[in-house]
């Protein structure tokens, strides 16, 4: 069974930092391409940042250089260390792993709350 958990989300006031980790079990995580959504009410799921599996990322416009996307393969583990941190950054983060052929899974999701 493939499981995704999420971990580091919380509460920081804005200009802070907050460091996401998402552990996978259950599969083979070094040919999954790992990502993070995030997604607030009323809105649609949107893909912040994307990490292929021989490393090179992609970021939303809205988060280049403020966060960095970064994988361990060897701990099953991709990470979102969010800097500068805004109000508008506040939502639910979740971890996605995706293989063409293999799958697409979600974590649980993590609340960051980003205060003014």
């Known amino acids: 069974q493939v499981q995704l958990v999420e971990s580091g989300g919380g509460w920081v006031r804005a200009a802070g930092s907050l460091r996401l980790s998402c552990a996978g079990s259950?599969?083979?995580?070094?040919?999954?391409?790992m990502n993070w959504f995030r997604q607030t009410p009323g809105t649609q799921r949107e893909l912040v940042a994307r990490?292929?599996?021989?490393?090179?990322?992609i970021y939303a416009d809205s988060v280049k250089g403020r966060f960095t996307i970064s994988r361990d393969s060897a701990k099953n583990t991709v990470y979102l260390q969010m800097n500068s941190l805004r109000a508008e950054d506040t939502a639910v983060y979740y971890c996605?792993?995706?293989?063409?052929?293999?799958?697409?899974?979600w974590g649980q999701g993590t609340q960051v709350t980003v205060s003014s």
């Open positions: 996605n792993a995706h293989h063409i052929a293999f799958g697409n899974y």
């Open positions: 259950g599969l083979r995580f070094s040919i999954y391409t």
């Open positions: 990490i292929t599996t021989d490393g090179p990322t």
